[in-house]
């Protein structure tokens, strides 16, 4: 008999695992729905200054996959959100014609250093640059500025109008600059999509990708010009707490027809850019 009745409590202690667990782990899904996967919460960084470092990789490569030299372009970024200004330091490019060989330490560019604005459509101005050189090196340069500058835009202008896993289009005039005093820039479309949470370093994130393609790219210096076309994509993780920007990563293509003063012939080139953004702790 006491057997008897010991198997019967642990048929009716099964049973009752088998209804708890799925009501359980339903009320654990349910609740991380509503509370994480409903809204991104509002803007409320820290007044603390925020550092990242930045890192972009330029390979280029002629139409039919050979490679022919590298760049790297790597800076210290500030942003001090108690006086919406930004600055940059230790910004250095260096260059190698080994696709995989160690990029050398590379050359300071001094004209950066400590370099602050506040981020706004008027960093598309001819006049927020009047101290750069006039060479081609700085392009690099001021792509860290606008890449910074897009990035912060998909992870904080848009928290309002994004959708779990719903598709958000920019469209319209804004898609189309000039790039202070170098070329002009047209988007197509720009997309982006919230696709869920995930975890940086212990920090909860939300996963916001962007992406862009069929852009159209024209640069007009005294030494080279440039035409063509690029597309770009990227993902950016957005603490959920405070909404500083704990990662991102960009990936893009350009294929454009450069000419050099001094050569006779035009030549198309192919070239693929990697950025990442790391906080720095």
């Given at each position: 008999?006491?057997?008897n ?31 994480y ?27 039919y ?9 790597r ?83 848009f928290?309002d ?7 958000y ?13 170098i ?34 790219i ?47 012939n ?16």
């Amino acid at each position: 008999m006491k057997k008897n009745l010991n198997s019967g409590f642990a048929l009716l202690f099964m049973a009752m695992l088998i209804v708890s667990t799925p009501v359980s782990r339903g009320q654990s899904h349910n609740s991380v729905i509503k509370k994480y996967l409903k809204v991104l919460p509002n803007v409320n960084v820290s007044i603390l200054p925020q550092r990242y470092i930045m890192t972009a990789v330029y390979t280029n490569r002629d139409l039919y996959g050979n490679f022919s030299g590298k760049i790297r372009v790597r800076g210290d970024y500030t942003r001090r959100f108690n006086r919406d200004s930004c600055k940059w330091n230790n910004v250095f490019i260096s260059s190698s014609n080994s696709f995989s060989g160690a990029f050398p330490e590379g050359s300071m560019q001094g004209y950066i250093e400590d370099f602050r604005y506040v981020p706004s459509p008027e960093m598309l101005q001819p006049s927020k640059f009047k101290d750069f050189p006039p060479n081609t090196e700085t392009v690099y340069a001021r792509n860290l500025i606008w890449d910074m500058m897009g990035i912060e835009n998909f992870a904080w202008d848009f928290n309002d109008s994004l959708k779990l896993n719903k598709i958000y289009r920019i469209t319209g005039p804004g898609n189309e600059f000039t790039m202070a005093d170098i070329g002009s820039y047209s988007h197509a479309e720009i997309q982006l999509c919230w696709t869920g949470i995930s975890e940086v370093k212990g920090v909860m994130c939300a996963i916001i990708e962007f992406r862009a393609i069929d852009n159209k790219i024209e640069l007009k210096m005294d030494a080279l010009k440039t035409k063509g076309t690029e597309q770009y994509w990227g993902t950016v993780w957005v603490s959920l707490t405070d909404r500083l920007i704990e990662h991102a990563e960009m990936y893009g293509g350009t294929i454009q027809e450069i000419e050099i003063a001094g050569m006779d012939n035009k030549f198309l080139v192919k070239t693929i850019r990697e950025l990442w953004v790391d906080k720095i702790e």
